[in-house]
């Protein structure tokens, strides 16, 4: 009995007889000739077109006529008085006030940011007490102006007759003076320094701060001593940001000598104010004073520039 239902073979199965099988033989094909193609045609030259500025050339030349123009008058008004100007610029009333002015920056800017470092990480450290103590020290020098300060300091010695040194709240060893201690001089360097510590402090803070903190990570990972790792890690790269914000604070504080005025120092425009208040040359003398004040933040600014090229060697190409 069959288990499929296909039908049988209608006849006999023949099977092919063995041998080679051969294929028909292609016929050839031909293929047409192919037709000779056209050259592309060239494309046309581009014409580059700068683009105009008009305004920008009328605002060019405005500011040209406006400068040529102050420049002349600089030159030709006789209310300058140019020859009077030359007289006082190098006297030597006048140069030992830049002295005077050059020595009220410097131990200004030096003991500011010397107090500053140390506020900025007061600011910084993991205490509460240090933190807020930092804290009301900058809020309060950056709220009371600096005349104000200056005249405090200079009085010094009505509030307080002696300072002494000894144990708190108990028998003092040594005792000193006020008047003979704090005189107009150092009055006005207190001053300036306390006041310029307070600006510091935050751009020291803002230094630091801007190194990542992974810096001081990978440091303590491989055992460096925490005060290496602020000398030799962090203040390196802080100073790429402290510079800049320090060279305007000095140059503003080199400017705000001036102020001392108040306290009869003999800076460069106290000196300016007496002389031209004996011969009433009141502009020759204003821009004496002037012209050493651009002088000198000139250079500050050059030395500025110089500084921060040093610590940006490896970040700058």
Do not use: C
Request: charged content about 10%; glycine content about 6%; cysteine-free.
């Amino acid at each position: 009995m069959s288990l499929t239902s296909d039908p049988p073979a209608a006849g006999p199965v023949t099977q092919p007889a063995a041998g080679p099988v051969t294929q028909p033989a292609a016929e050839p094909t031909t293929q047409p000739a192919a037709e000779p193609t056209a050259e592309p045609a060239p494309a046309p030259e581009l014409v580059v077109v700068p683009v105009r500025h008009p305004w920008r050339w009328v605002a060019v030349a405005a500011t040209a006529v406006l400068l040529v123009q102050f420049v002349h008058g600089l030159v030709t008004n006789p209310g300058w008085e140019w020859d009077v100007f030359a007289a006082f610029f190098t006297t030597e009333t006048i140069l030992h006030a830049v002295w005077v002015t050059l020595q009220l920056t410097f131990y200004g800017t030096a003991l500011g940011f010397a107090i500053g470092i140390v506020l900025a990480f007061m600011r910084l450290s993991a205490s509460p007490f240090l933190r807020s103590v930092a804290f009301g020290y900058i809020w309060a020098f950056r709220s009371i102006p600096l005349i104000v300060q200056l005249l405090f300091w200079f009085n010094l010695a009505y509030l307080y007759k002696e300072l002494s040194i000894g144990i708190p709240f108990g028998p003092s060893f040594l005792s000193f003076d006020t008047v003979g201690l704090v005189g107009e001089m150092s009055a006005a360097v207190l001053g300036l320094a306390l006041h310029q510590a307070a600006y510091a402090a935050e751009i020291v803070r803002g230094g630091v701060l801007a190194v990542d903190e992974g810096q001081l990570e990978a440091a303590a990972s491989l055992g460096i001593p925490k005060l290496r790792q602020v000398r030799r890690i962090v203040l390196p790269q802080a100073m790429r940001s402290i510079l800049p914000n320090a060279a305007n604070e000095i140059i503003s504080l080199f400017k705000g000598t001036s102020i001392v005025s108040v306290m009869a120092i003999g800076e460069l425009f106290y000196q300016v104010q007496v002389v031209y208040g004996r011969n009433g040359r009141v502009v020759p003398l204003l821009m004496v004073a002037t012209a050493w004040y651009v002088l000198l933040t000139t250079a500050l600014s050059v030395v500025q520039h110089y500084v921060e090229r040093h610590y940006a060697k490896g970040s700058v190409r």
